[in-house]
């Protein structure tokens, strides 16, 4: 067993390792010595202002104010006080006390208090170790945590610019801990990676102990009492608006700040109950942070996975490399409807629990020479997977693997298909949780993930279908390996959802060399092009030279006849003042852009370079920055193309806000701690309410990718009622959750109409949402919403 040895240095900290036998050798060989740099011992007689802030309430907002998701997005019950009643200091030690006491504000009511504390805005860092000293409280529902965030979001919203949990424990299992990182994308499509620390015999979370996290580019430590437990390298980050990940080791390349906090209830641990005993205190005797002192912090190496294949005792893929069994449904599909019963391990599984509403039956049926599972949909529940259609299959840990099959609906309808792990996994997603628009023809549909999970022998191939009516045919399923493989960086490029035509101009994208999607050509120079790793811009540098000058070009650019473009980018440049850009056919010999002369000084500047395609339409042309041959510098970063062509403003973007068509351009989402059914009825959306859950969005409908445009003044109209007076709160906000419009109505037993204006601040495509969930007034008796005659116009 490691043990942590202190010697004091200075005004600093040094840690250094010792231990026996073989870890002995190996720590004497890596001589690895960390030095403090920022501390909090609490030896104060109050918590020290200069070094946390304080998050106050039980709600997420936005920058206006406006709530977005009550519990901190994670349904929690405690309000959070920066009162001395719930973080103060005893005997050199912080207490962070949860007080079973009512209190309310402008959102609701609660039923406890506590205290999460913060280093936002006085400090964060990148690399290092990461320390507490904390004996922490036992009983169901409590949530003890230590963990970080990043100072900024730099690669987009959570999760996609991370976060690393250093400990997290559950009051009812006191025998562990667990550390995590979460990444990825933008939530739903998040992902997280982690595991538990359960301790020797006889040890328990409440009692002190030490956790860690030693953090270095492109790998994560955890440590408990100095016992490693994990490390972790592989994670990915992807934002909204880019062609590919952003370059390993990203998001955990960037400042983050400390978080501690005693939450109560919440979907971690669940709910208090009588044997919980309040108060509950989490007791820190210090937090401590530390630099590399004797070494330099290793190079980032990105994961690399080659010859992947599965155990001897995994579900093998068949001989043409498909992983999913019984292809054509000649076996019988196995009926689950009752939570004892288990899945099938090798063949297909129709799932319906009665917990979650749904009831129906599936039959083997053929069409066009292909069988087809044909779910029949009597009741459709309170969830998407309320129906499931599952078959388990093994993936290996660093493979990638496409999905794909053919579906119908007896009428347009949503279905969302995902990989994922199983209970004992937690349920976590492998892939994204895939929504397909399902219309009357049977259509093909692919998605391709990578699995950066451990290998998972019984991972699970969901067809979730519940919340519709509409019956599900599925067929030609198969999940297989396909070669992770480079990007062609010539194929055609359409743009990205922001509307940009060029992929990584802000080069921080793809491979580690962060130039994915651009080719540079040294010419006769002998010069250098790369990025920097911390400004993310390209540099050319070079010596006096002769002959053909260096280039840096991107193919595949799409331009369109008659479209009108606006070519931007920043440039600047040392000792020379110059440089070229145009846009070609793939050879070079038409010019759509003739070359134009940009002319540079020291400091970074904006070009903006407006062009019409007079040319037929060529989607696979050529952008090109002509760097020269001159000695100097150029730096070029933030490179964009939009097509500036005026479109005609779709003045009603809204679809069949009358229901005639069904549920056909809507769909609906009920949480798992709400239960509901959306449905039309009579030419209305009928929103048949059980239980409202415990976030405003725990039951929403909602109508998105509407195409809104900057400067119009919008005109919201919809008719609306409820069985049982409650609010209505409408909303139309992007995928960022940037709110355009928020208006909370209330609703009685009479159809109202009600009519709003609201005018963009820039182009986007952005959804209504009608959320009815948790609101104030909550809980109610079961309930139906009704609402018809939806209109958005511009005014």
């Known amino acids: 067993m490691k043990k942590w040895l202190a010697v004091a240095l200075g005004t600093g900290l040094v840690l250094t390792y010792a231990g026996t036998g073989h870890a002995e050798k190996a720590d004497k060989q890596d001589k690895t010595k960390w030095k403090m740099v920022w501390s909090d011992e609490f030896t104060k007689q109050q918590l020290d202002r200069t070094k946390w802030n304080y998050d106050t309430g039980n709600w997420i907002v936005d920058a206006d104010g406006n709530g977005v998701s009550s519990g901190w997005g994670n349904n929690e019950k405690q309000y959070y006080t920066d009162k001395k009643d719930n973080a103060f200091i005893r005997d050199g030690k912080l207490v962070i006390r949860a007080k079973q006491e009512k209190t309310t504000d402008a959102f609701g009511s609660y039923d406890y208090t506590s205290a999460k504390l913060k280093t936002k805005g006085l400090f964060s860092k990148t690399y290092g170790r990461y320390e507490i000293k904390a004996k ?23 999760a996609s610019s991370g976060e690393i949990d250093v400990m997290e424990s559950w009051g009812s299992q006191p025998e562990k801990v667990a550390g995590t990182i979460h990444y990825g994308e933008n939530w739903p499509n998040n992902k997280y990676t ?3 620390y359960h301790f020797p015999d006889g040890e328990r979370i409440d009692q002190w102990h030490t956790y860690a996290v030693e953090w270095e580019p492109g790998e994560l430590r955890w440590y408990v009492d100095g016992n490693l437990y994990q490390t972790q390298n592989d994670w990915y980050s992807k934002g909204k608006n880019t062609a590919t990940n952003y370059s390993y080791p990203a998001p955990f390349d960037q400042n983050f700040y400390l978080v501690m906090n005693l939450a109560v209830g919440g979907w ?36 690399v996975y080659e010859d992947v294949t599965l155990p001897d005792e995994a579900k093998q893929p068949l001989e043409d490399g498909n992983l999913v069994y019984d292809q054509a449904y000649e076996k019988a599909i196995k009926a689950i409807t009752d939570g004892a019963q288990t899945l099938d391990p090798t063949y297909w599984n129709y799932v319906t629990l009665p917990d979650f509403g749904g009831e129906g039956s599936v039959q083997v049926t053929e069409q066009d020479g292909t069988r087809f599972a044909d779910v029949m949909i ?21 493979g990638r693997y496409q999905v794909s099959f053919d579906a119908s609906s007896d009428q347009a309808r949503k279905m969302v298909v995902k990989v994922g792990g199983g209970a004992e996994r937690g349920y976590t997603k492998y892939s994204n949780e895939e929504s397909i628009d399902l219309t009357t023809t049977i259509k093909p549909y692919t ?27 599925i067929g030609n399923v198969r999940v297989e390996q396909i070669p992770r493989g480079e990007i062609d960086e010539a194929a055609t490029k359409p743009a990205l959802p922001d509307g940009n035509q060029i992929y990584n101009g802000t080069f921080d994208q793809g491979a580690m060399d962060r130039l994915t999607y651009w080719q540079f050509d040294a010419g006769k120079t002998k010069g250098t092009g790369s990025v920097d790793p911390v400004t993310r811009d390209f540099t050319f540098k070079t010596n006096p030279s002769k002959g053909q000058p260096a280039t840096l070009a991107q193919q595949g650019v799409q331009l369109v006849k008659d479209h009108q473009y606006v070519l931007r980018f920043k440039a600047a440049a040392k000792r020379v003042n110059k440089m070229d850009v145009q846009l070609t056919d793939v050879t070079g010999t038409t010019a759509y852009l003739p070359e134009q002369r940009i002319a540079l000084s020291g400091k970074m500047e904006t070009f903006e370079v407006p062009f019409t395609m007079t040319e037929a339409t060529d989607l696979k042309s050529r952008l090109q920055f002509i760097l020269g041959s001159e000695k100097g510098e150029v730096t070029i970063d933030d490179v964009e193309l939009f097509d500036t062509t005026p479109i005609e403003i779709d003045k009603s973007p809204l679809k069949n806000g009358s229901f005639t068509e069904g549920l056909n351009f809507w769909s609906s989402y009920v949480h798992y701690d709400a239960q509901a059914v959306v449905s039309t009825v009579n030419e ?20 998105g990718n509407l195409a809104l445009v900057k400067g119009q003044t919008y005109q919201l109209t919809f008719k609306a009622s409820s069985t049982v007076a409650r609010p209505l ?21 009479e159809a109202k109409t009600y009519q709003f204006d609201f005018t963009l601040g820039q182009d986007d495509t952005a959804g209504l949402k009608f959320l009815m969930g948790k609101a104030a007034g909550s809980p109610f008796a079961a309930h139906d ?10 005014k």
Request: no cysteine; proline share 5%; aromatic share 12%.
């Open 136 to 158: 922490l409280p036992t009983g169901k529902g409590l949530w003890p945590a230590f963990w970080m965030l990043p100072e900024q979001d730099k690669y987009g919203a959570w």
């Open 194 to 196: 982690g595991k538990d």
């Open 268 to 303: 971690f641990d669940g709910e208090v109950d009588a044997t919980t005993k309040f108060p509950a205190e989490m007791e820190v005797d210090y937090v401590r942070v530390y630099d590399l002192k004797n070494r330099d912090y290793r190079e980032p190496v990105e994961p």
């Open 378 to 398: 009597t009741k459709p529940g309170a969830q998407t997977y309320s129906h499931q259609l599952i078959q388990n299959v093994s993936l290996a840990q660093g």
């Open 447 to 473: 998605f391709t993930f990578d699995m950066t999970g451990e290998t998972d022998l019984a991972a699970r191939l969901e067809f979730n279908l519940g919340l519709a009516q509409a019956g599900v045919k």
């Open 684 to 703: 209305a959306a009928k929103i048949a309410i059980a239980s409202e859950g415990q976030e405003p969005w725990s039951v929403l409908l909602e109508q």
């Open 729 to 749: 709160e409408v909303t139309v906000e992007n995928a960022a959750y940037t709110r355009y419009f928020s208006q909370v109505v209330e609703l009685g037993t």
């Open 785 to 794: 919403v009704t609402i018809d005659d939806v209109k958005l116009e511009v």
